[in-house]
Structures are given as C-alpha cells and as structure tokens.
C-alpha cells in the first residue's frame, strides 16, 4: 500500500466538522444541543404539506429539471422582486440547489482558477474554507474583532492584490451575527467595481435581521453584474433537512455555476422544491412573525448568557450570539466545549475553528437561539452552574 495520503491534500486537516462533531457530542451525552444551528421546532405546518401534496402527486419523486422547478424559480425571482426591488428572469438568472452549502461550493469551483485570492471575512463558516482550497485558491482572511466585529474596510484595500479573484460576503455573518451597514456595503461595491472583482455574497440569514436592515449587496451600483447571491430554505423556513438553497446572478454568472453544480448533485430534494416555491410566497406576517420570534429568543438568550458569568455581543442578524468566556476564567474556548457537555449538559460550538489566526477566536464561543424558550431557558439555568458549581 502507498504511503502517499489518502485524503487529497486541499482537504487535509479538515477531519469532521465541528457541527457533525459537537452535535455527536451532544447526542452521546444527551445534552441541550445549543451547537449546529438548526431549529428544534419544524417550519410552518402548510409548507410541509405541500411537501406531502408533492410528493403523493408524483411531483419531483423522478430528477427535476437541471436548474430546479420553474414554479420555484419563479418564487425565488418574485421574492427578490418583493422584498427587494431586484429583478431576475426566473429561465436565465435563477438555480435552485441542494442548500446553500452546494450553491458556494458551485460557485467557488465554477469562478476560481488555482492560484486566485479569495478575501472573506474571518471568522469564516466552515465550508468556505474547504471551497475554496478545494478549487486550488488561497483564502485571504479579514479578520473581523471583538467587541465591534466590524470588518476594517481600510485593512481590506490594503488586501487586494493583482491575484484577488471573488469576494466571498456573508452578511449577516455567522458567527458573529455582524449586518453591514448600507455605508459598509457600498465600500465593498466600489472596491469590487475598481478593481472588477467578482463577488459571491452568502445571504442564508437574510430574514433574520434584528437591528438594521439586510440590504443585497447586489442592488449597488456596478453589482448586479458582478455579484452571485446565495440563499437558503432551510434558515428562513426552519427546514434545515431539506436541502433546498439558490443562486441569483447574471445570465452568465448562472451558468458557470449551474455548469459546476451539474457535476456535484445534477439536481435534488424534488418535491422539497414545490413546498418551497409555497413558502416563498407566505405573507409579510410570516416573515415579521418568525423573526420578532427570533428575536425575543435573542435577547433572552444574551440576558441569560451575560447573567450566567459570558460576555455576550448583541448579535445584529442570525440566530447565534457570541460570546467571550474570559470572565469565566476560561482561556480556550475549544477545550471549554468539549468539556461543557459533562459539566453542564450543554453543547455549544468554539469559535477559534473558523479563524486561520486561531488565537484571535480563541476564547469566543457560539450559541444558538433557534430552540424553543424552555430549552433556553433550561440551558441558561445550567450554565450559571458553572460560576457556582
Ligand atoms: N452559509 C452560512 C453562513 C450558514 O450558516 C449555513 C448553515 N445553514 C449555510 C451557508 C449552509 O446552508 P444550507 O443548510 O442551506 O446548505
Ligand atoms: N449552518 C449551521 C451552523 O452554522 C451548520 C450547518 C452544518 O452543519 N453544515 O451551525
């Protein structure tokens, strides 16, 4: 047997996911899962018959159509156009995928040459990082800092080299739940027009925004060209399983991405994409209701986390807040949540692994407040053990 590794080097030292790995953790210890996000409670009862109406209808049970289902490329378009103002031709501009995790993938791998610089903000969500190693670019990370997480747009300038490609966008941010302010974006929409830059912005939380508003950065000036926007059913319909995200972009931008995401999955989640085209076209109460929902479990959950001994910073946007376990006497925030689930029976994700400077995340761990208040509150209530037990 070779001793050459099996593992292709782009990926080496990426083992299992912190998710994969904390929520195992959790399982074998039976403790509050406040670690992956996804949501313990389903999403609206009417999309998820329409998923069964789909489904005993023969719609989607055999390989949709390449770019998805028309009528869900239409509710993606009508969505933009609604909460927007931004127009998309449901035929030339829309492509559904399998989550938002296969859109990035598709889009790193479709726009990149090896040897291009990707600048993102760090800390970076996981799959960024392994994307864009995998199709052979360099990660140029921006550091984002506590307590204000506010990327320094001077810092990116002096970033950009001949060899920038793509900005990669996440807004708003996870972990750090950072919104960018409409100044903020429009200085990332003029350095990408000034030095043509190609920008992939990941809008997952787009309907999860509690103080500011989410704007597309696509909507700047000199963007619509460049930009390709990614979001995602499972974050805004509370239906993590199904799998179902999109891309919006240009006729050309589209296709170089269906062209990648043709060879990943071909296509996916078929009668999931009938119930989503339902969901997109729930009422505004829908959308106001799930994230005044959220936000009442934000901020009980930054109170129970601050009043528990953390510092915790306000999330803007998402469903996770940060935290600093320094006043706990903690240093390292991943040894600190391996150890949680014994010491409390809680489970929650550090932050460190998303930063190539590991040290600047070091003592930052993330909580997530998708879960129903009686499991917050439960969780909140075994963290104080931790200053008094
Ligand atoms: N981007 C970000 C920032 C995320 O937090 C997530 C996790 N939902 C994803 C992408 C992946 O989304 P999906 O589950 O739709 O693949
Ligand atoms: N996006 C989810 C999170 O940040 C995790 C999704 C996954 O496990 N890949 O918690």
Same mark, same amino acid.
């Given at each position: 047997?070779?001793?050459?590794?099996?593992?292709?080097?782009?990926?080496?030292?990426?083992?299992?996911?912190?998710?994969?790995?904390?929520?195992?953790?959790?399982?074998?210890?039976?403790?509050?899962? #406040?670690?992956?996000? +996804?949501?313990? %409670?389903?999403?609206?009862?009417?999309?998820?018959?329409?998923?069964?109406?789909?489904?005993?209808?023969?719609?989607?049970?055999?390989?949709?159509?390449?770019?998805?289902?028309?009528?869900?490329?239409? !509710?993606?378009?009508?969505?933009?156009?609604?909460?927007?103002? &931004?127009?998309?031709?449901?035929?030339?501009?829309?492509?559904?995928?399998?989550? $938002?995790?296969?859109?990035?993938?598709?889009? &790193?791998?479709?726009?990149?040459?090896?040897?291009?610089?990707?600048?993102? +903000?760090?800390? +970076?969500?996981?799959?960024?990082?392994?994307?864009?190693?995998?199709?052979?670019?360099?990660?140029?990370?921006?550091?984002?800092? !506590?307590?204000?997480?506010?990327?320094?747009?001077?810092?990116?300038?002096?970033?950009? %080299?001949?060899?920038?490609?793509?900005?990669? @966008?996440?807004?708003?941010?996870?972990?750090?739940?950072?919104?960018?302010?409409?100044?903020?974006?429009?200085?990332?929409?003029?350095?990408?027009?000034?030095?043509?830059?190609?920008?992939?912005?990941?809008?997952?939380?787009? *309907?999860?925004? +509690?103080?500011?508003? *989410?704007?597309?950065? !696509?909507?700047?000036?000199?963007?619509?060209?460049?930009?390709?926007?990614?979001?995602?059913?499972?974050?805004?319909?509370?239906?993590?399983?199904?799998?179902?995200?999109?891309?919006?972009? %240009?006729?050309? #931008?589209?296709?170089?991405?269906? %062209?990648?995401?043709?060879?990943?999955?071909?296509?996916?989640?078929?009668?999931?994409?009938?119930?989503?085209?339902?969901?997109?076209? #729930?009422?505004?109460?829908?959308?106001?209701?799930?994230? $005044?929902?959220?936000?009442?479990?934000?901020?009980?959950?930054?109170?129970?986390?601050? !009043?528990?001994?953390?510092?915790?910073?306000?999330?803007?946007?998402?469903?996770?807040?940060?935290?600093? @376990?320094?006043?706990?006497?903690?240093?390292?925030?991943?040894?600190?949540?391996?150890?949680?689930?014994?010491?409390?029976?809680?489970?929650?994700?550090?932050?460190?692994?998303?930063?190539?400077?590991?040290?600047?995340?070091?003592?930052?761990?993330?909580?997530?407040?998708?879960?129903?208040?009686?499991?917050?509150?439960?969780?909140?209530?075994?963290?104080?053990?931790?200053?008094?037990?």
């Amino acid at each position: 047997m070779s001793t050459r590794p099996l593992l292709n080097r782009s990926l080496a030292g990426m083992g299992t996911t912190i998710f994969a790995e904390m929520s195992a953790l959790a399982t074998a210890t039976g403790s509050i899962n #406040l670690g992956q996000g +996804f949501p313990d %409670t389903d999403g609206p009862e009417e999309v998820r018959e329409a998923a069964v109406r789909a489904l005993r209808a023969g719609l989607g049970n055999q390989y949709p159509p390449g770019p998805g289902i028309p009528e869900l490329r239409q !509710a993606v378009a009508e969505h933009q156009q609604r909460f927007y103002g &931004l127009t998309y031709d449901p035929d030339t501009e829309v492509l559904v995928t399998a989550g $938002a995790t296969e859109a990035i993938a598709a889009a &790193l791998l479709a726009l990149l040459e090896p040897g291009d610089e990707v600048i993102a +903000f760090e800390p +970076f969500y996981d799959s960024y990082a392994a994307c864009i190693a995998m199709a052979g670019a360099r990660r140029v990370p921006l550091t984002l800092r !506590a307590p204000s997480f506010r990327p320094d747009l001077d810092e990116l300038r002096s970033l950009i %080299t001949p060899r920038t490609r793509l900005l990669l @966008i996440n807004t708003p941010h996870n972990p750090t739940g950072t919104v960018l302010t409409p100044e903020e974006l429009a200085t990332l929409a003029e350095l990408a027009v000034e030095h043509d830059l190609l920008v992939v912005t990941d809008e997952v939380y787009e *309907h999860l925004v +509690f103080t500011g508003t *989410h704007h597309p950065l !696509a909507a700047l000036p000199g963007m619509r060209e460049r930009t390709v926007a990614i979001s995602s059913a499972g974050k805004t319909f509370s239906f993590t399983g199904w799998k179902v995200g999109w891309v919006t972009g %240009t006729p050309e #931008l589209v296709a170089a991405v269906r %062209t990648a995401k043709q060879y990943l999955t071909y296509v996916s989640a078929g009668p999931f994409q009938y119930a989503v085209a339902e969901a997109l076209r #729930l009422p505004d109460s829908y959308y106001a209701d799930f994230r $005044a929902d959220l936000h009442r479990k934000r901020d009980l959950l930054v109170g129970g986390l601050t !009043a528990a001994g953390f510092r915790a910073f306000e999330p803007q946007g998402t469903y996770f807040v940060t935290t600093d @376990i320094t006043p706990l006497g903690e240093k390292d925030g991943l040894e600190f949540c391996r150890a949680l689930p014994e010491r409390c029976g809680v489970v929650a994700i550090p932050n460190a692994v998303f930063y190539d400077d590991a040290e600047a995340g070091r003592s930052q761990v993330r909580f997530a407040f998708c879960k129903r208040v009686e499991v917050l509150e439960e969780a909140v209530s075994r963290l104080h053990a931790l200053r008094t037990g």
